[in-house]
C-alpha cells in the first residue's frame, strides 16, 4: 500500500516535469479540442467583413457595407471565448490513499494538469481551490505555463492542516467567493460527503459543476490478504478486518456499491455531470466520454 512523503526539491521538479510532459502531451493531441466543444464561451461577438462568399448565410450580409462597395459583404463573428476554469480538489486523509499504480492525490494532480493544459489552450484563465474540511490553499485564476506549473506543484506537496472533508461546506464557500460563472471541477473520492446534493444544487445554478470522482479498487472490493489493520486516515481511528472472509468482503462490497449509488442520485438530482475514474485504470477514456456527453 502506497504512503505519501516528503520530497525533496529535485524529486518534485522531476515528478512535476514529468507529469507536465505527459498531459502536455494529452492536452494538445487530445483533449484540447473536445474541452473546447465541452465548454463553450459566452456567445458570439463580430470580428469583421469580409466579401460574400457562395454557401453564406444571407441574414449575415452586411446592407450598409455592400451598398457602399457595391458588392456583398458578409459579418463575421467569433465565439467569445475567454472562460475561467476552477479546480475544487479534495487533498484530505483519503487521497493520499492507493493500492495500485499510484495515490489518488498523484492521480488527481494529473487529471488537474490535463484540465489546465487544454484550457490554457483556450486561452482560459484557471484557479485552484485545495480543501479538507476548510479551504486550505486558493489560487486564484490566471493564464500561463508557469502558473500551470506552480498549479501541479501544490497539488503534489501542500501540506494540509486538516485531515477531515467538508465538501459542502466548500461548495458553499466557493460559490460567496466566486460571483463570476466558471467551469467547476469538483475533484475528489467524495467519501463522508453529507449533505451533499443541496451544496451542488447552489453551485450549479451559478457555476458549470462537473464532479469527477477518484478511487482506489480496494475501496470496493477487499482482496483476500488475511488478517489486516485498516486505518482511517482522516478520523485516525483503526480495525482489524478479516478479508479471508467472504462474508466481510461481501458486505464491504455491498456498502460500497450502495455508497456509490448514493452519490450517483446525488449527481442526478443536482444535475451535475460526473464520471468516475480508478487509479488502476488509464483516465483517458472515461475523461473522453465525459467532454463527448456534453
Known amino acids: 500500500m502506497s504512503t505519501v512523503k516528503k520530497m ?15 498531459t502536455r502531451g494529452l492536452s494538445s493531441q487530445v483533449f484540447s479540442g473536445e474541452y473546447h466543444s465541452a465548454f463553450k464561451g459566452r456567445g458570439m461577438a463580430f470580428a469583421e467583413v469580409r466579401e460574400y462568399m457562395p454557401g453564406d448565410e444571407i441574414r449575415t450580409i452586411d446592407w450598409n457595407v455592400t451598398a457602399r462597395f457595391n458588392t456583398p459583404y458578409v459579418k463575421v463573428f467569433q465565439e467569445e471565448r475567454e472562460l475561467t476554469m476552477m479546480l ?10 492507493g493500492t495500485k499504480n499510484q495515490l489518488k492525490r498523484e492521480l488527481i494532480a494529473e487529471l488537474c494538469a490535463v484540465l489546465s493544459f487544454s484550457a490554457a489552450q483556450n486561452n482560459d484563465k484557471i484557479g485552484v ?7 486550505e490553499l486558493f ?5 500561463g505555463k508557469k502558473h500551470i506549473l506552480r498549479i501541479i506543484r501544490e497539488l503534489l506537496e501542500f501540506e494540509p492542516q486538516s485531515t477531515k472533508t467538508d465538501l459542502s461546506h ?30 451542488l444544487k447552489i453551485v450549479n445554478k451559478r457555476h458549470d459543476l462537473i464532479a469527477l470522482q477518484v478511487n482506489d479498487p480496494f475501496e470496493e472490493e477487499l482482496p483476500k490478504l488475511g488478517l489486516i489493520n485498516l486505518k482511517d486516515a482522516e478520523t485516525g481511528e ?19 456499491i450502495a455508497r456509490n449509488k ?10 451535475v455531470d460526473f464520471v468516475k475514474i480508478e487509479t488502476n485504470k488509464p ?3 472515461p475523461l473522453m466520454n465525459l467532454f463527448k456527453r456534453r
Do not use: C
Not at 475544487?88 to 490513499?97: A, M, P, Q, Y
Not at 481551490?129 to 479551504?135: A, E, K, M
Not at 466557493?174 to 467551469?183: C, G
Open 170 to 199: 466548500v461548495l458553499r464557500h466557493f460559490n460567496n467567493a466566486i460571483k463570476k460563472r466558471s467551469i467547476a471541477f469538483v475533484i475528489s473520492d467524495f467519501m463522508g460527503s453529507t449533505g451533499l446534493e443541496e451544496a
Open 283 to 285: 483516465y483517458i477514456i
Open 238 to 256: 483503526s480495525q482489524w478486518i478479516n478479508t479471508s472472509s467472504k462474508k466481510v468482503r461481501t458486505k464491504w462490497k455491498a456498502e460500497a
Open 139 to 143: 489560487i486564484p485564476p490566471k493564464k
Open 8 to 22: 525533496d526539491t529535485k524529486e518534485l521538479i522531476k515528478k512535476v516535469r514529468k507529469i507536465e510532459i505527459k
Open 262 to 271: 448514493k452519490l450517483a442520485n446525488s449527481f442526478k438530482k443536482s444535475g
Open 129 to 135: 481551490i485545495l480543501f479538507t474540511d476548510q479551504v
Open 88 to 97: 475544487l480538489v479534495d487533498i484530505s486523509g483519503s487521497s493520499v490513499f
